[in-house]
């Protein structure tokens, strides 16, 4: 059981959220959205995390995806950081290179509390399914300003779109593992500043 967790309810006039999100999980994942490709990066995204992550969200679907991915993206990231608490102890930085099938993904954290996305991904299709892939770079905007993260993700090729951002959640998860993890040697903060 994690012993780092953090939860976010959300409710507007578009969407009800609530989230937990566990860093020392093992990887389980009770995903209930009603936008099933973002439920599917979310559990993929818990898997590869270890992280436990329990949703249950309904969003205004029948306009369109944008409310709920990008809600979703705000609650992971209040959550990611009340998780961290202090930050004593963490690495703070995490990357990962995930390959899937014909793409390569790179995704680089610091759990800086500088808030910042760079995203070099281009999407050949515009849509996965009924998935606006757009809404990819708005659910990764908002988990990067409300963790306060600089994110940066990274699309070195691919051609099949849905493998670019399974690729990208999938580094996402690894890189996000490594920089909340706990390194023994790092006393209080990793910063010279002494506070992050």
């Known amino acids: 059981m994690s012993t780092r967790?953090?939860?976010v309810e959300r409710e507007t006039k578009e969407t009800s959220i609530a989230l937990q999100l566990g860093l020392d999980g093992e990887g389980k994942a009770d995903i209930n959205v009603n936008v099933p490709f973002v439920a599917h990066m979310l559990d993929l995204f818990a898997k590869h995390g270890h992280f436990d992550l329990t949703i249950?969200?309904?969003g205004d679907v029948e306009i369109d995806d944008h409310h709920t991915t990008e809600d979703?993206?705000?609650?992971?990231g209040v959550a990611l950081k009340e998780a961290l608490g202090?930050?004593?102890?963490?690495?703070?930085y995490g990357q990962a290179w995930v390959p899937m099938d014909d793409a390569l993904a790179q995704v680089v954290i610091d759990l800086?509390?500088?808030?910042?996305?760079?995203?070099?991904?281009?999407m050949p299709s515009?849509?996965?399914?009924?998935f606006d892939t757009e809404l990819v770079y708005?659910?990764?905007?908002?988990l990067a300003i409300e963790a306060r993260m600089n994110l940066h993700v990274i699309v070195h090729y691919g051609h099949n779109t849905h493998h670019i951002i399974e690729a990208i959640f999938k580094a996402l998860a690894r890189a996000l593992d490594e920089a909340t993890s706990i390194d023994p040697r790092v006393k209080g903060v990793p910063s010279t500043k002494g506070m992050l």
Not at 86 to 92: D, M, N, P, W, Y
Not at 112 to 122: Q, V, W
Not at 126 to 130: C, H, L, S
């Open 5 to 7: 967790i953090g939860s």
């Open 138 to 142: 708005e659910f990764l905007s908002k």
């Open 86 to 92: 202090t930050k004593e102890g963490i690495r703070r």
């Open 72 to 76: 979703l993206g705000i609650c992971l």
């Open 112 to 122: 800086s509390n500088r808030p910042h996305l760079e995203f070099s991904a281009e």
């Open 56 to 58: 249950n969200a309904k």
């Open 126 to 130: 515009q849509k996965v399914g009924t």
